[in-house]
């Protein structure tokens, strides 16, 4: 009987400490953006070819350039931000998707015949929880990774490239 106890309290203390654990591997959000945001944005693009790629595009625009906005994460993906060459306050994220993807797999008895074959890319998760109208966006301040959120970012009308692999200047 005290051998059940003492297991049962240590079951019980493995739990604590795995819930203590868990608070402190969450990310942090600031409770206000740390430059003004003039609008916000997402859209979908599809290529007009048939391998050409397809994806969901998110537009940040900021009222200046003082800070330096590193990533975003929005409806379960992460991207990387980059500045429109024409525009230094209009950040961009890229997310694509498989649709309208090209496969160039090889499938062959002869292993060497695979050999360029690109293994699958498994999903990421990311660090939060967010509706499908809200993102977040890390920044760095002093060397240290920071991130606020962003809600109600609207939808505006897809893009359906004619004759083009893939929108990079947009």
Request: with cysteine.
């Amino acid at each position: 009987m005290k051998t059940i106890k003492h297991i049962f309290g240590l079951l019980i203390l493995t739990v604590i400490m795995a819930s203590f654990s868990q608070c402190s591997s969450a990310q942090k959000l600031q409770k206000k953006a740390p430059i003004t945001i003039n609008q916000v944005y997402y859209q979908k693009w599809i290529a007009g070819v048939e391998g050409g790629g397809s994806g969901v595009n998110i537009f940040i625009e900021t009222s200046s350039n003082t800070i330096k906005l590193d990533s975003v994460y929005f409806q379960g993906k992460g991207a990387k931000l980059v500045l429109k060459p024409s525009n230094d306050t209009l950040y961009i994220g890229r997310f694509i998707s498989d649709f309208n993807k090209k496969e160039d797999m090889v499938f062959s008895s002869d292993p060497n015949k695979e050999y360029g074959n690109k293994p699958p890319q498994l999903p990421v998760k990311i660090p939060f929880e967010l509706n499908d109208d809200e993102c977040v966006i890390s920044y760095s301040e002093n060397d240290k990774t920071k991130y606020f959120k962003l809600k109600n970012i609207k939808e505006r009308e897809s893009i359906n490239y004619p004759m083009m692999s893939s929108p990079e200047n947009n």
